[in-house]
C-alpha cells in the first residue's frame, strides 16, 4: 500500500552485457570478497584448479583467474541456484526487481541512460534541481559482446539466453541472434 504513494523507476541494462559487466568488475578486478565467496569455487569447479589459491593476492601474482567462460559455466550449472540464489549482481532483473508484484512507473535502459535519466527527472519536475552525472566511457559495446562470447560454445549461450530470456523479453531487448544462430 506505501509504495502507491511514491514514483517507482527501475533501470535495467542488456542481460549479457550485465553479466559481462558483473564478470569484469568482480573477478578480473581485484576483489577480496568475490574471490573467497566465488571464484575460489568457480575456479576449483569449472577451472581445473583442483586447489586455487588460497587469496586473491595469491591468485593475482600467480597469474591465476577465473575465465569469463568458467563463469557462464557455473551460472548454467543447475547446482548453483540449489545452494542459494544468484548474487544480485547476476541475478534475472526480474527475479531481482519483481517487475510483475511492483508497478513500476518508469523503466529506464543503461543503453540510453543519458535521455532517460533526463526524462524521469522531467516527470519528477527535478530537472532544475539534479543534474545527472555523464556516463562512463568503460560501456561494453554492442561488437565487444560478440569477442567476449566468443569463447563460450553455442549451446552454453542458448541455455544462457533461455536462463536469463525473462529480462530479454520483460525489458525489450532483442534476442541477440548473432550469438545463438550459430
Same mark, same amino acid.
Given at each position: 500500500?506505501?509504495?502507491?504513494?511514491?514514483?517507482?523507476?527501475? %533501470? @535495467?541494462?542488456?542481460?549479457? #552485457?550485465?553479466? !559481462?559487466?558483473?564478470?569484469? *568488475?568482480?573477478?578480473?578486478?581485484? $576483489?577480496?570478497?568475490?574471490?573467497?565467496?566465488?571464484?575460489?569455487?568457480?575456479?576449483?569447479?569449472?577451472? $581445473?584448479?583442483?586447489?586455487?589459491? &588460497?587469496? #586473491?593476492?595469491? +591468485?593475482?601474482?600467480?597469474? @591465476?583467474?577465473?575465465?569469463?567462460? $568458467?563463469?557462464?559455466?557455473?551460472?548454467?550449472?543447475?547446482?548453483?541456484?540449489?545452494?542459494?540464489?544468484? /548474487?544480485?549482481?547476476?541475478?534475472?532483473?526480474?527475479?531481482?526487481?519483481?517487475?510483475?508484484? !511492483?508497478?513500476?512507473?518508469? #523503466?529506464?535502459? &543503461? /543503453?540510453?541512460? &543519458?535521455? =532517460? +535519466?533526463?526524462?524521469?527527472?522531467? !516527470?519528477?519536475?527535478?530537472? *532544475?534541481?539534479?543534474? %545527472?552525472?555523464?556516463?562512463?566511457? $568503460? !560501456?561494453?559495446?554492442?561488437?565487444? @559482446?560478440?569477442?567476449? %562470447?566468443?569463447?563460450?560454445?553455442? /549451446?552454453?549461450?542458448?541455455?544462457?539466453?533461455?536462463?536469463?530470456?525473462?529480462?530479454?523479453?520483460?525489458?525489450?531487448?532483442?534476442?541477440?541472434?548473432?550469438?545463438? =544462430?550459430?
Amino acid at each position: 500500500a506505501r509504495l502507491r504513494h511514491y514514483t517507482k523507476f527501475l %533501470f @535495467v541494462r542488456d542481460p549479457f #552485457v550485465r553479466l !559481462i559487466s558483473a564478470y569484469r *568488475d568482480k573477478f578480473q578486478r581485484y $576483489n577480496k570478497y568475490f574471490y573467497v565467496k566465488f571464484a575460489r569455487d568457480i575456479l576449483r569447479l569449472y577451472g $581445473n584448479q583442483s586447489e586455487p589459491p &588460497q587469496t #586473491v593476492d595469491e +591468485a593475482f601474482a600467480s597469474g @591465476v583467474h577465473l575465465s569469463f567462460y $568458467n563463469f557462464i559455466q557455473y551460472l548454467l550449472d543447475p547446482q548453483t541456484e540449489k545452494k542459494e540464489p544468484f /548474487e544480485p549482481h547476476w541475478r534475472q532483473m526480474h527475479r531481482l526487481c519483481h517487475p510483475c508484484l !511492483i508497478q513500476y512507473d518508469f #523503466v529506464g535502459h &543503461q /543503453e540510453t541512460l &543519458q535521455e =532517460d +535519466a533526463e526524462q524521469l527527472l522531467a !516527470i519528477l519536475k527535478l530537472q *532544475d534541481d539534479i543534474k %545527472f552525472p555523464p556516463s562512463y566511457a $568503460n !560501456i561494453t559495446s554492442p561488437a565487444s @559482446v560478440l569477442d567476449w %562470447f566468443r569463447t563460450v560454445p553455442l /549451446e552454453d549461450r542458448r541455455k544462457l539466453y533461455q536462463l536469463y530470456e525473462g529480462d530479454f523479453r520483460l525489458f525489450g531487448y532483442r534476442r541477440p541472434g548473432e550469438l545463438l =544462430d550459430g
